[in-house]
C-alpha cells in the first residue's frame, strides 16, 4: 500500500487566494482526519470523517476552512481567503477504527500564505 | 477540557537511556499514544496505553497511570537517529489530541 497521499506537498499562495489540499487515504480505512502544525500551537486537529461523513468540525478555526470527503478515497481541506496566520503544516491521517488506534499519517503539505 | 502537558526539549548522550514524561487532564480517555516525528517528516507511532502498567516495544517502553493522568516513554541505547520530537496524544470521544510534544536531541 503507498500509504495515505497528500497533495501539494508545498503551497505558497499570496493573501486573499483559494487554497485547496488534497488527500487519499489508505484504502480500507474508514476514518480521515486533518491536522494542523506549528511551532506555537503543535498539532491540532481540524476535523475527522467517519465513512465519508463529517464527525466533529470543533477544530475547523473559522468558516474560511471547509473540508469534504466525496467518497472513500479522496478528501480535500479549502481555505477560502486564505491568511498569512494559515500558513502552517497540514496533515491527512487515516485509520481503521478511529483514534482509538494508531493513525498513519502522510507527508503533509507545507502551505506558506504570503 | 483538554490540557496534555510534555517537557519542551530534552537532551541526553548516546547509549544512555531517556525518560520523557507526560501529564494530562481531558474530560474522557479510551488510550494514550506515543508517536515520534523527525523533523521535516511526519509523526508516525510508537506505542499505545489504555491500562495501567509498562508495555515494551524494544528499545522503547510506555507507561500509564490512568489515575493519575500521567505517563512516560523510555528510550534505551538511544542512537542518534533517536534525535526528534515525540508527541504525547489522548485519545477521546472519538478524536486524537496531541499534546505539544518533547524535542529530543542525541548527543554522541
Known amino acids: 500500500d503507498a500509504g495515505v497521499i497528500q497533495s501539494p506537498r508545498h503551497e505558497v499562495t499570496e493573501m486573499g487566494q483559494e487554497v485547496t489540499l488534497r488527500c487519499k487515504p489508505i484504502?480500507?480505512?474508514?476514518?480521515l482526519f486533518w491536522y494542523r502544525q506549528t511551532m506555537m500551537r503543535g498539532l491540532e486537529l481540524l476535523i475527522y470523517?467517519?465513512?465519508?461523513?463529517?464527525?466533529?468540525d470543533s477544530g475547523m478555526p473559522e468558516d474560511r476552512f471547509s473540508a469534504k470527503m466525496p467518497n472513500a478515497s479522496f478528501s480535500t481541506l479549502k481555505i477560502q481567503p486564505s491568511e498569512p496566520r494559515d500558513s502552517a503544516v497540514y496533515f491527512c491521517?487515516?485509520?481503521?477504527?478511529?483514534?482509538?488506534?494508531?493513525?498513519?499519517f502522510g507527508s503533509g503539505t507545507q502551505l506558506s500564505v504570503l | 477540557g483538554q490540557n496534555i502537558d510534555q517537557p519542551t526539549e530534552m537532551t541526553a548522550t548516546e547509549g544512555a537511556i531517556v525518560q520523557i514524561n507526560c501529564t494530562y487532564q481531558?474530560?474522557?480517555?479510551?488510550?494514550l499514544f506515543w508517536y515520534q516525528q523527525h523533523a521535516g517528516e511526519a509523526p508516525t507511532f510508537l506505542s499505545y496505553?489504555?491500562?495501567?502498567g509498562l508495555e515494551e516495544k524494544g528499545r522503547f517502553s510506555s507507561f500509564l497511570s490512568r489515575s493519575k493522568g500521567y505517563s512516560y516513554l523510555l528510550l534505551k541505547e538511544l542512537q542518534m537517529k533517536d534525535s526528534a520530537s515525540y508527541l504525547c496524544?489522548?485519545?477521546?470521544?472519538?478524536?486524537?489530541?496531541f499534546g505539544q510534544g518533547t524535542t529530543l536531541q542525541v548527543k554522541p
Open positions: 491521517a487515516s485509520s481503521f477504527v478511529g483514534a482509538n488506534e494508531k493513525l498513519f
Open positions: 484504502s480500507g480505512h474508514d476514518y
Open positions: 470523517f467517519n465513512n465519508n461523513v463529517p464527525i466533529d
Open positions: 481531558t474530560s474522557g480517555f479510551n488510550g
Open positions: 496505553n489504555v491500562l495501567d
Open positions: 496524544a489522548v485519545s477521546n470521544t472519538g478524536k486524537l489530541i
